[in-house]
């Protein structure tokens, strides 16, 4: 049996992209001879991927097919006689595009109209969390799989450097510049924690700015006046490497997204022993498994407060890293192996 994995973009740095990567590496420790194909890649990870044209499939194959916005791979993996397993990763609503990204809210329509017109054509589904599970059943999917995201967390501690920014301490935010991820809130919360608890502090965002400059502008704009913004780096796009060592040089996360279809960087600012604080909304609390910090209302003063009062109460931090970490057990490698075989046995039927 081989499993074939297909997805429009391998990329270099992305969420749904290092996802398919690492199921790719734990499929080949399980034993299961499997391949990734692709329209297109970044040379980054070409090393990964065969192109789509080339796909060979055999009517024992079983193929993982990856949606997370209009696919371009669509027409090709309809005509594919095996076993298909469409693996959703959510769609962001077009609405938060809407005001500052035209070309974005088009295509969040279009992958959306795509997905309810050909979910009748799928037999198998899959959802990488219960959120996405409740999307998918609410366009028509029925007996719906939870296949988490492969983090590939057990090997991201080694070789890396906590950076010395001879500050007192990192509040630190990982997640495109996008409207969904709500970075205006972000830097709401933190002036107020900058101006009346600790000013020798630094708020890290680390995130792809490119596509969409208008909405950082606007941010930006609305900031211009914070007595904080001396203090924020926006550091676009980074390595992994780097990304890593910004989780080990952090003190807290902070995420006040309003959409999200998993939101990785929790359970990696877990792995790493970061309280995370985050804003109750979609996939988020399931993702965080109740553990953390979930807030139901973005009050500047409040939260600035609890990040103070966290930062300085060692035992309350300690409390919240140790639940943390009985969360992120259910992503480790072992956990992600026995579900694959579990769910592999059941879509070979």
Not at 109 to 130: P, V
Not at 135 to 141: E, I, K, P, Q
């Amino acid at each position: 049996m081989k499993i074939l994995q297909i997805i429009d973009a391998l990329d270099y740095g992305d969420g749904v992209s290092n996802s398919v990567i690492n199921t790719h590496k734990l499929l080949n420790e399980i034993g299961f001879e499997n391949y990734i194909y692709s329209k297109w890649a970044n040379h980054k990870v070409s090393k990964y991927r065969h192109d789509i044209n080339k796909i060979k499939v055999d009517k024992n194959s079983i193929v993982f097919y990856h949606f997370s916005g209009y696919s371009h791979t669509m027409e090709s993996v309809l005509s594919i006689k095996a076993n298909v397993v469409l693996i959703y990763h959510n769609v962001t609503p077009p609405d938060f595009f809407k005001s500052n990204n035209v070309d974005f809210y088009n295509y969040s329509i279009k992958g959306l109209n795509q997905l309810k017109t050909n979910i009748k054509n799928f037999k198998y589904f899959a959802a990488d969390s219960e959120f996405n599970k409740r999307d998918l059943l609410s366009y028509g999917a029925k007996d719906i799989e939870i296949l988490p995201i492969a983090l590939d967390l057990d090997s991201k501690r080694s070789n890396l450097k906590a950076f010395n920014l001879h500050n007192d301490k990192i509040i630190l935010a990982v997640g495109r510049i996008a409207p969904n991820k709500k970075y205006e809130d972000i830097l709401d919360i933190y002036e107020e924690y900058f101006s009346y608890y600790n000013s020798n502090s630094t708020l890290i965002c680390v995130g792809n700015t490119e596509y969409n400059t208008k909405y950082l502008n606007e941010i930006k704009m609305k900031a211009k006046d914070y007595n904080c913004m001396q203090n924020v780096i926006f550091t676009d796009k980074i390595s992994n490497d780097d990304l890593y060592s910004h989780y080990c040089s952090s003190d807290i996360f902070l995420c006040m997204s309003e959409h999200e279809g998993f939101c990785l960087p929790l359970i990696e600012a877990m792995y790493f022993d970061i309280p995370v604080m985050a804003y109750n909304s979609c996939a988020v609390p399931y993702t965080m498994g109740r553990t953390g910090i979930i807030v139901n209302k973005k009050d500047p003063q409040i939260l600035a407060g609890i990040i103070d009062l966290v930062l300085n109460d060692y035992k309350l931090r300690d409390r919240i890293v140790y639940a943390q970490r009985e969360n992120v057990k259910l992503y480790l490698n072992d956990s992600l192996k026995s579900k694959l075989k579990t769910l592999i046995e059941k879509w070979s039927d």
